[in-house]
């Protein structure tokens, strides 16, 4: 309902179309006091996906807010001195848009909180894997919220793959990020929509696509690619032909086998194959893209199909950790019980292994338990569709 007819796509700021919740809007007031504690002038935005979802009409627990002249490691240390000093609980979830979270019901729990020291963690910098800037994270009434302060980029050496970092404006921001449709800010503190790159446009037009050069976009975070994909399969959304292009760049497929963790790959996956619907898109995608074999591999080969996927939805219909499952069973089908030959960490024996095991917990790092599970499914699959169809 927010995507109605609008002029001037263009403009950086846009109408107010963001409805907020009571529970949103009393954390964002709670957000502009700790602000206003600050010894300077802090402009308060959200990014990213919570705004993306809140223009679609889609709900959002998930919050990143950016800051302009305060790292967000500074701003969560505010934050807990906030709490601490106004002796408010974070843990509580009623609240309305005007009055502070209901307690009053739980004696015990406040007492509970009082004991308790507001905390946050911190995430570093880690460059060597694509992420380039430091984040603290917290908890708040019910939200997980990331601070970080907007950015921008310059490239000093030889090479042009080390960033420095350095405080942005919302534009050089919105420009850094992944696709236009999450380069959106919500202004808390004018409660307005800012619109850097187009995004509003591409999401009415249901297009995948970079604020700046695609290959660009991937080489500084080549998990990007697949983020393009889980979008655009959630959301049946079209990458745009520049995009595609940049995807089957060599360049940008051997930065994603190199540059970017297993545990990160295989996060992205689970958020791929959350639902049979968006699970067979992604790997549609995935193979007409010859992206598969670049992210689920064995060292002695894989047989990846799609053949079967259309009937996981026969089974399963909500999100659960068993769509995920029967996703990557299905595609690891072909497989049955191979094995292949694993030198041992003493460097002189070697054990079989099941390859359909081996891809799943040590090639995308799921838990040992999924990889029991998709190995189980893959090689008692009659066994498996009996229990399915409760037979």
């Known amino acids: 309902h927010n995507l109605g007819p609008m002029s001037a796509l263009s403009a950086t700021v846009l109408p107010p179309s963001i409805i907020l919740t009571d529970s949103e809007a009393y954390l964002f007031s709670f957000l502009s006091k700790v602000a206003e504690s600050a010894s300077e002038r802090v402009v308060l935005r959200v990014a990213g996906g ?7 009409g889609l709900d959002s627990d998930d919050i990143d807010i950016a800051l302009d002249t305060i790292s967000g490691v500074a ?10 000093s106004t002796s408010t609980s974070t843990s509580t979830s009623t609240y309305t848009s005007s009055s502070p979270p209901d307690t ?17 963690a911190t995430i570093q910098s880690n460059p060597s894997q694509s992420k380039h800037l430091e984040t603290a994270t917290m908890n708040l009434f ?11 980029e310059t490239y000093s050496d030889s090479t042009g793959r080390i960033p420095q970092i350095s405080f942005g404006t919302p534009e050089e921001d919105a420009s850094r990020r992944d696709f236009t449709v999450n380069s959106l800010f919500y202004n808390i503190t004018t409660s307005s929509l800012e619109d850097y790159t187009s995004g509003i446009s591409d999401l009415k037009s249901g297009i995948i696509r970079t604020p700046l050069s695609p290959k660009l976009t991937f080489l500084d975070d080549p998990l990007r690619v697949l983020r393009g994909i889980r979008f655009s399969s959630r ?3 079209t990458l745009s032909p ?8 060599p360049e940008v497929r051997l930065a994603l086998s190199t540059k970017v963790s297993k545990e990160r790959v295989g996060k992205e996956l689970s958020g791929c194959f959350k639902t049979p619907e968006s699970g067979y ?3 549609k995608l995935l193979t007409s893209l010859n992206l598969a074999s670049v992210i ?3 060292p002695s080969g894989l047989t990846l199909s799609s053949s079967s996927l259309p009937h996981v939805s026969r089974y399963v219909t909500s999100e659960s950790v068993v769509v995920r499952l029967l996703i990557m069973s299905s595609i690891l089908l072909p497989n049955g019980g191979d094995v292949f030959e694993e030198l041992q960490k003493n460097g002189r024996t070697y054990k079989y292994r099941s390859k359909v095991h081996y891809c799943v917990r040590d090639g995308i790092k799921w838990k040992s338990s999924d990889a029991n599970d998709v190995q189980m499914l893959v090689e008692g699959v009659d066994e498996a569709v009996g229990l399915l169809k409760g037979g």
Do not use: G, H, M
């Open 104 to 120: 009053s019901s739980s004696p015990n729990t406040q007492q509970q909180d009082k004991k308790k020291k507001p905390k946050f």
């Open 242 to 249: 520049s995009l595609i292009t940049s995807i089957k760049d």
């Open 75 to 84: 701003f969560a240390e505010l934050c807990c001195s906030y709490l601490t």
């Open 281 to 283: 898109q992604a790997f």
């Open 296 to 298: 689920l591999t064995c």
């Open 50 to 56: 919570w705004v993306r979802d809140k223009v679609l």
């Open 142 to 152: 019910n939200y997980s919220i990331d601070f970080t302060n907007l950015r921008t």
């Open 235 to 237: 959301f049946n959304f």
